[in-house]
């Protein structure tokens, strides 16, 4: 570890590491910006001795920068393994609550990557061209820098930051080498052309800065929000449908950020109930994290509904509603979805059991989920749109309607609002005249072997029905989408090479499409004692629908099943 | 192939092959466009030689056989660092308690900087 620290010194002065704060030092292209002045008396005693302070109250480096809690977090985390930094758990605590909210960013900034909060794995739309992705999501999400705002200088110290921990980021940045590409097509023949390095950090200057509207705007609105009081939750767990409650947030009578939460939840698909107790902290006044659990039991199975989650919710600025995800798993694989809203006299309508209803049927019954529904409801007051005829109400109470539809052969296929006298549900339920084709969700997924010692990635997959749509084609963007169906689950090959054997090897597929990955570690049983990892595909074959020759419809998930991740960036410590 | 009819085993895994490449009908693969380009599933590392989660195909095929192999290839070279403890700065000692990663691999650690 000292020796760690030592050549970490040495490295320090390579990396040009002149205070910010200073106008005199610095480029002589531009005035330096204007610094976020620190505050907090405990990051000025903590952090002051290596972060020099200037006259005008900043700090250097972090004066510079804004990022979301778990941005924070991480660099907090490499202060103290790197750097020689020491804090007590309180004294972390209350430095991030500082930092994430003084120095964070607004809903507006959050919002676009609340999803790597929230631990999802998404296709992400937010890299510009192949030069940015080789400098900047290579090795991570492109999230990862689009969580911090920074001035420009602090942009260029961050890939200095790189190039002095990881080899490979000099190879990226400076030659544009990604690993395995080291055709003659990569470098640019012009030896003044920005290198990749330069480009990507002229394009977070440009998206990532650290003075914007939305910032200034939302520091002047930033106050701990008043969240007391009863939330009506609607959720949904892939594999296993939608729920619908409500949680209790208690206030904590010693910090105005700090809160505790007791939630219930039902299926809609069993009638099962959860009941979690919980704590959560806010930052920035809108970025709820938190923990919670159920009561597991003793060998529940690892998506078990009742297990410890981390909570990851975003605040509307008006406080009425919340959206995130409730997540656990080694990879954090498995979420719930939830919506909140405040809980109010007014009648609210959550959700529906059913998310379809086919042209031509009668006497359907459906149920409706709300609160503070009126006493006295007619068949006229609720409206399921052309088509639909309430036949009758068969039974109600202030929190649920249940009654029965027909609909007619003839109704236009398509989502439908839900209208109970005032209140809507907007795209509650879809109407349709046959299932054209069905998707397995998600499309392309990773699972990770795993043992005792290093825990395995699982996945979940659902089969969702379409409707071909207004257009007539199935497959384009005006396609119906009408929830999950009723499928059986099978493992298919995916050939990537002659005498491939990957599916004998990667796991097993349930019966409701959960898969669970083999062994990590070589395996004796196969080729040059390969490790169980292959891809293959999740098949589902619909048990009811059928196509235009009688066969059943099928779709495929691609499913990869790979090695364990031996690093995780992690940062759950922002919910405690 | 449907004007062709495989008359030996190899001609049916051949039949085989080329029915799974060119007939199934997936969501992700919409059009012409997304069947040449191989869809490297969210979430790997896209450094490939040969890559850690996937190899540039999008497949595991190309990974090391087995990955424990090279693994302080890996590790000490820093080539995955959001993926594999890197050796120069932040887990020197990942390797300590594992003397031939191919038989002591339960002994690595998982690592949360």
Known sequence: MRILLASLLLVLPLLGQKPQASPSAGSAKSTPEEGIPVTSQLVISKCGGCHKQDDHGNLSRISWERATPEGWEQAMKRMQRTRGVRLAPEEARSILKYLASDHGLAPAEATPIDYYAERRTVDETNIPNDTVKGACANCHAMARPLSWRRSKEDWTLLGNLHVALYPTADEAFRLGLVAGNYGPDRADPDPNAPTPGEQALTYLSKVAPLHTPEWSAWRARMRPPKLAGRWLVSANVLGHGRFYGEMLVEASPTADDEFTTKVKLTSLRDGSTITRTGKSVVYAGYAWRGRSTGTPAANASPDNLQSEMREVLSLSPDQSTAEGRWFWGQYQEFGFDVKLRRASADPTLITMDRTSLKTGSQATRVRLIGESLPADIAAADLDLGAGVTVKRIVSHTPQEIVAEVDVASNAVSGKRDVALRRSVLESAIAVYDRVDYIKVSPDAAMARLGSERHPKGYQQFEAIGYQRGADGKPHTADDVELGPVDVSWSVEEFYSSYNDDDKEFVGSLSSTGFFTPASDGPNPQRQFSRNNYGNVWAVATAKNEKDKDGKPLTGKGYLVVTVPAYVIFDQPEVGQ | ?113
């Open chain 2, 1 to 113: 192939m449907r004007h062709m009819r495989p008359l030996n085993k190899k001609a049916a895994r051949i039949d085989d092959y080329v029915s799974t490449l060119t007939e199934d009908v997936v969501g992700l693969q919409d059009g012409p466009a997304a069947q040449q380009r191989p869809h490297v599933p969210m979430g790997c590392a896209l450094m490939f030689s040969p890559g850690w989660e996937v190899d540039s195909a999008g497949g595991t095929a190309g990974l090391c056989q087995p990955v424990e192999r090279d693994i302080y290839d890996c590790f000490s070279t820093c080539y995955w660092p959001a993926q594999v403890p890197d050796h120069l700065n932040n887990a020197p000692d990942w390797t300590s308690k594992c003397a031939a990663a191919t038989k002591d691999w339960r002994n690595l650690d998982i690592v949360f900087p």
